[in-house]
Structures are given as structure tokens and as C-alpha cells.
């Protein structure tokens, strides 16, 4: 595990913009899973200019959502469809083909998520998966206890959303919106990424990210099990490390 501690926010961005970049150029094709959610959007604004200015072109990846709200669809601000739509597809001048969202509006959630499956299977797997962490610890929406019952799921899968993640749902929608189940990409897919970037900001999060990151490894936080991945890279900014982590360095 790498852990690279920015200067600031600002530089976290720009950090993990460059590890993106890095990846497009040497994996032109593959697959890239991008979280939505308030860490990587930062992120996506200065890939966004990077695309604009001609310096790495977006269009040759494919792309797959992380996870969304069952229930919500585009037309809901806040689903991660529209966030991911609004804030990088669209700007980027995205083919549709080139992307695939969860359907939160689906009447079959589970041959929902057989189709990501096949999607992510038909582009080769996984190549770079960009991801948050929850206040609980979870990586999409693989929640705490869904790991400690059930292990890591490979493939995707519909999960009944913690209460956590429930309430903190509600940061993102312009009015209140009930989630109680969610679909997303299980842990052991992600973790068979061919590298995975984790993002984390601002100092609500210092608490779990040593949790995770400082820790024993542990299903109850399950960011702490992608430790072990072989290309795992965690980038900090200075609050988010606050009061557990000193400089920069790969453990
Ligand atoms: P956030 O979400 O980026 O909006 O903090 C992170 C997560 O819940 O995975």
C-alpha cells in the first residue's frame, strides 16, 4: 500500500488526476470504475480540462459507475447517475457507448447487475477503480456488515444500505430522498482491479481513514482489506491525515 499525503486539497486533485492520466496512457481501452461522490469531483474537473486542453484523451477508456441508490434515476439530483452524467460524461463529450451506469430505476435489480457484469467481463475487467470511503468504511456500497456476513461478493450486487450511509445519503440530495438498498460492484471485483486509487478529503474522514489505513485490516472496515492489493495507492489531503499519518510513504 502507498500512501501519498497532498500539500492540500487542491493538490489532491491534481494528484490523482495525474495517476488517471498515467493510466490512460499506458492502458489506452481499458475499463475505468469511477466513484461518484463529493472526493473525486475535484478529480474529474481537472481531467476534464486535461481533455479539453488535448493532453490525455478521456475517450479512450471505457467506463463503469461504481454503485447507485436502487430506486433513483437521473432525474434525481444526487443519484449517482446524475452526478456522474453532469460532472464528467456530459462535459467529457462522452459516446454513450463508451459507459455504463447502474440503472437505479430498474424493476430487476439482479439482472441488472448480470448486465454490469457483462460489461465489466466483455471490456477485459476491471483496469483502474478510483474510489472514496464511507464514514463507515465502505468502498461503493460494500457496507460494513454485508462484508462481515457475507465476505467480499465478486460480480455486482444489490445490498441493503447501512444506517450510516442512509443518513449520510442525504447530503447529496436537494430534498430528502428515502434509500434504503443500493446496487454496486462487489468488494472481490474491485479488489481484482488491475490497480485502484483510494481518494479521501477533509477532516471527516481522518477518523476512518486510520481506521483503515493505520489499523488492522478488518471485514468491519472494508477499505482496510484492499491493503493487501498489490498496486493500492491512498491519497490524503493534510486534514483527512490529521492526527494519524506524517509524510508520504509506501508500507
Ligand atoms: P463522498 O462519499 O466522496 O461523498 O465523501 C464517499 C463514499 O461514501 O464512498
Redesign the pocket.
Known amino acids: 500500500m502507498e500512501i501519498i499525503v497532498a500539500d492540500t486539497a487542491d493538490h489532491l486533485d491534481a494528484l490523482a488526476a495525474d495517476r488517471v492520466a498515467d493510466y490512460i496512457r499506458a492502458h489506452p481501452g481499458r475499463l475505468l470504475c469511477l ?1 461518484a ?4 469531483l475535484g478529480m474529474m474537473r481537472v481531467l476534464l480540462d486535461r481533455h479539453r486542453r488535448g493532453e490525455i484523451d478521456l475517450g479512450a477508456m471505457r467506463y463503469a459507475g461504481l454503485d447507485d441508490w436502487l430506486g433513483l434515476g437521473y432525474a434525481d439530483a444526487g443519484s449517482c447517475a446524475q452526478f456522474l452524467r453532469d460532472n464528467f460524461y456530459h462535459p467529457a463529450g462522452m459516446p454513450a457507448d463508451r459507459f455504463r451506469l447502474f440503472d437505479g430505476l430498474t424493476e430487476a435489480p439482479e439482472a441488472e447487475c448480470r448486465e454490469m457484469e457483462a460489461w465489466i467481463a466483455a471490456h477485459g475487467g476491471l483496469g483502474l477503480s478510483v474510489l ?3 464514514l463507515n468504511g ?2 461503493g456500497f460494500n457496507e460494513p456488515e454485508h462484508l462481515v456476513r457475507h465476505g467480499p461478493s465478486r460480480g455486482c450486487l444489490v445490498v441493503d444500505l447501512d444506517e450510516t450511509t442512509r443518513r ?1 445519503s442525504q447530503k447529496y440530495f436537494a430534498k430528502p430522498l428515502p434509500v434504503a438498498r443500493g446496487l454496486t460492484i462487489g468488494f472481490a471485483e474491485l479488489a481484482a482491479s488491475d490497480r485502484i486509487l483510494l481518494l479521501a478529503g477533509g477532516a471527516a474522514k481522518a477518523d476512518i481513514a486510520r481506521r483503515a489505513f493505520a489499523e488492522n485490516a478488518t471485514p468491519a472496515v472494508p477499505a482496510s482489506l484492499l491493503r493487501t492489493h498489490p498496486r493500492f495507492t491512498v491519497l490524503l489531503d493534510p486534514a483527512a491525515a490529521a492526527g494519524w499519518h506524517g509524510p508520504s510513504n509506501t508500507v
Not at 461522490?37 to 473525486?40: C, L
Request: hydrophobic residues 35%; without cysteine.
Open positions: 466513484a461522490g463529493q472526493t473525486p472514496g470511503i464511507g465502505h468502498v449520510v
